[in-house]
């Protein structure tokens, strides 16, 4: 009897231990690999706590210089705020993380001004590149000098950028020649082939819609292969952008204010100030 109660408190002792392991061994499987495999993450996300909480693995993941809680389960994660008997656990992790959330904001701004001083090293060592990748211009009167506008027909930044681009135009006596650079997604390809296999105009171009199924055409294809060849080389994925002529200078985004201060139309003084933030000289 002794032998056999002995026995099976072992076996009890076992399983109970396991138990134990096994509700405390909720992080165990949560690596950078397995939470990309339930949700895209950007490239350089990284993992700056992985901690048990209760029946989740609760992780904060660094992205872009901004701190994200998920909390993992065995088979799926959640993304969002996690209380326990009205206590904010997340908000509690996240504030205990404020030196980290620093120092991640702080690399993510170096990081991108190296990228951006980048990216404008590169427009002036292959400004000459461009000019082949001009599909259409939109061009008043006789221009002194032009600028290179890099768009997708399906980004309504681009849309919002093209009329304040005219404007400045005229003013500087400018010419806008349009590099299209279809970068968000199949619609925006499919409205590439559309303008340029019909050899649309600035003018269509800029109110074109996609009007149904689209036929490819080798010259689009080409058109399109070499932007995207050239760009990529960059790691440009993004529009619209603005570039001089000569590539001294380059706007990211559709900021018509800093486009006006490169051409001496707005002062630093008027662009910081108040209003629309581009007073004229």
Not at 75 to 98: M, N, Y
Request: include cysteine; hydrophobic fraction near 40%; aromatic fraction near 6%.
């Amino acid at each position: 009897m002794r032998i056999r109660f002995a026995l099976t408190t072992g076996i009890f002792t076992i399983l109970f231990m396991t138990a134990q392991v096994l509700a405390g061994d909720v992080c165990t499987h949560v690596t950078l690999e397995w939470i990309s495999s339930q949700v895209p993450l950007s490239p350089g996300a990284k993992i700056v706590l992985k901690q048990d909480q209760g029946d989740f693995c609760e992780v904060v993941l660094a992205i872009d210089g901004k701190l994200a809680p998920i909390y993992a389960g065995k088979d799926s994660l959640v993304a969002g705020r996690l209380f326990k008997q009205r206590i904010p656990v997340t908000r509690q992790t996240i504030d205990s993380l404020s030196d980290v959330a620093e120092q991640e904001r702080e690399n993510a701004e170096e990081k991108e001004a190296l990228a951006v001083e980048k990216r404008k090293v590169f427009f002036k060592t292959n400004i000459d590149a461009l000019a082949p990748l001009v599909s259409m211009s939109f061009q008043p009167g006789q221009p002194k000098d032009f600028l290179y506008v890099i768009t997708d027909p399906n980004c309504s930044h681009c849309k919002e950028l093209l009329p304040k681009l005219e404007e400045v135009a005229f003013e500087a006596k400018l010419a806008l020649r349009m590099i299209i650079y279809p970068v968000l997604g199949p619609k925006s390809r499919d409205m590439a082939l559309q303008a340029l296999c019909n050899d649309y105009s600035y003018e269509v171009y800029k109110e074109m819609a996609l009007t149904g199924a689209v036929t490819a055409c080798e010259k689009a294809d080409d058109l399109i292969g070499e932007t995207e060849s050239l760009l990529r080389s960059a790691d440009i994925s993004f529009v619209p952008l603005v570039v001089a002529s000569d590539g001294s200078w380059v706007v990211e985004g559709n900021d018509i204010c800093q486009v006006r201060t490169h051409l001496g139309l707005t002062s630093d003084e008027d662009e910081n100030g108040s209003g629309n933030g581009c007073g004229s000289k």
